[in-house]
């Protein structure tokens, strides 16, 4: 069971990017994933979701309006579109499952906590 992020990198204030969340071994129609992010000397914070039921979302209130999760079953990905990019966006961005049951702002199916390896996001001129 993994998740595997890509789609990091450096880029210019308002700029953008479209991170992707790939799936094995676990649909991610099933779950409900959340992207999280690790700015250097801060705490993760959850920054989006979506659920598997209706795909509805959540943004944190620094992101709504500038980034937009997707998913793609046929791929078994998901993804982050990020617009507008600022140098505060800059972080370690992270992609996980929300197990059923787990307090979280969407919710799925499946029972699995898994997490990605992480890709860095830079945002600087």
């Known amino acids: 069971v993994q998740l595997v992020e890509s789609g990091g990198g450096l880029v210019q204030p308002g700029g953008s990017l479209r991170l992707s969340c790939a799936a094995s071994?676990?649909?991610?129609?099933?779950?409900?994933i959340a992207w999280f992010r690790q700015a250097p000397g801060k705490e993760r914070e959850e920054i989006s979701c979506?659920?598997?039921?209706?795909?509805?979302?959540y943004y944190t209130d620094s992101v709504k309006g500038r980034f937009t999760i997707s998913r793609d079953n046929a791929k078994n990905t998901v993804y982050l579109q990020m617009n507008s990019l600022k140098p505060e966006d800059t972080a370690v961005y992270y992609c996980?499952?929300?197990?059923?049951?787990?307090?979280?702002?969407?919710?799925?199916?499946?029972?699995?906590?898994?997490w990605g390896q992480g890709t860095l996001v830079t945002v600087s001129s």
């Open positions: 996980a499952t929300l197990p059923f049951g787990s307090v979280a702002h969407c919710s799925g199916y499946g029972e699995l906590e898994v």
């Open positions: 071994e676990i649909s991610v129609d099933y779950y409900a």
């Open positions: 979506i659920s598997s039921s209706y795909s509805s979302t």
